[in-house]
């Protein structure tokens, strides 16, 4: 697929924005407001990577043709896409002439020669993207969080966008409305607004495909291992709350399950019981306290969930074979 960066031919000889000659529909018109300044979002220096994929706004604009208008036969290196909000006309695809209503829209790739008209009486209304879409070199150490779905995605999507056919298609995923959405997110300038027209020239892309796409043919997701998932989220919640008082159950409420089902996930994941890996984190931190600081015993337990001292030194002894006071000093020495 040939992209490049040159300029537009054709679909630039812009009319001055005048209302089609035709009634008027009782229904409020949701895109008249972008014509308060028709060109705004193109003036902004838009380029992106999404997933292996580089965008590049060239157009991006609302414009009206008056009854009758004329863009004679001709072809770009990048992609462009018609949406009709409003009005009629037709559109010659290579040597096939198709009818335009209100509602379609139609994709012109790169080469694809094209002829569109508006109607005689009506005129036309077209929101218009025109973006350079170049493939980027793949790098190899190149890692993010979530990159791989994303490519998958974006590549989906490329592909069928490539293959898309050469007539018009109902926008029955609502891309137009991206297009009001950018243009008031642009308006706003408030803090957000870059991001929000970057995902909505993203869905664009994206729903623009899907009118192509078969519906028995839906993309996976990204999924995870749902019992890791619990083991490393029960793990967490022990992590950050085993000073206090802690059971079984308020583990398996915060994770949303069973405690028979918590049960099963520690039991996949070697963990004899709860009772004893809760045990085994509250002495493994009181270890390093032992080392790392001069605290008293009485005050590390007590930091460390062990309420009473006597039962420390219990449980201490018969898991690591010596005191508290024992293995602090054994690790000073070694430390010399």
């Not at 028979?260 to 996930?265: A, C, I």
Request: proline share 4%; hydrophobic share 35%; with cysteine.
């Amino acid at each position: 697929m040939k992209k490049s960066a040159n300029t537009m031919t054709g679909m630039d000889e812009r009319e001055q924005m005048v209302e089609p000659d035709s009634k008027v529909s009782a229904r409020p018109y949701p895109y008249a407001i972008m014509k308060e300044k028709m060109d705004a979002l193109e003036r902004l220096d838009l380029h992106f990577r999404w997933g292996r994929y580089g965008i590049r706004v060239l157009k991006w604009h609302l414009t009206t043709f008056k009854p009758g208008h004329l863009i004679k036969f001709h072809k770009h290196s990048e992609f462009e896409f018609h949406f009709v909000p409003r009005g009629k006309g037709t559109v010659t695809l290579i040597d096939h002439i198709y009818k335009l209503n209100s509602g379609m829209f139609y994709l012109t790739g790169p080469g694809v020669v094209h002829q569109q008209t508006a109607d005689n009486r009506s005129g036309m209304e077209e929101l218009c993207l025109h973006v350079d879409i170049t493939r980027l070199p793949d790098e190899e150490d190149r890692e993010e969080w979530g990159s791989e779905w994303e490519n998958k995605e974006s590549e989906a999507c490329m592909q069928a966008l490539t293959d898309f056919p050469l007539r018009p298609f109902m926008d029955q995923h609502d891309a137009m409305s991206c297009f009001l959405q950018a243009y008031m997110a642009w308006r706003s300038g408030e803090l957000g607004a870059y991001t929000t027209i970057r995902q909505s020239l993203i869905q664009i892309l994206l729903r623009a495909a899907k009118a192509t796409v078969d519906r028995d043919g839906q993309q996976m997701l990204p999924s995870r291992d749902i019992q890791a998932h619990r083991f490393e989220m029960a793990q967490q919640y022990i992590y950050d709350n085993y000073a206090r008082p802690l059971t079984l159950q308020e583990v398996a409420d915060r994770i949303q399950i069973s405690t028979r089902q918590l049960q099963r996930v520690f039991h996949r994941y070697g963990v004899s019981s709860f009772s004893s890996y809760l045990e085994d984190f509250r002495l493994q931190r009181i270890c390093e306290e032992l080392v790392e600081t001069s605290n008293t015993v009485e005050s590390i337990a007590v930091n460390h969930g062990f309420t009473n001292t006597n039962y420390l030194f219990q449980v201490f002894k018969k898991k690591m074979g010596m005191t508290p006071l024992a293995y602090r000093q054994s690790h000073q020495l070694t430390n010399v």
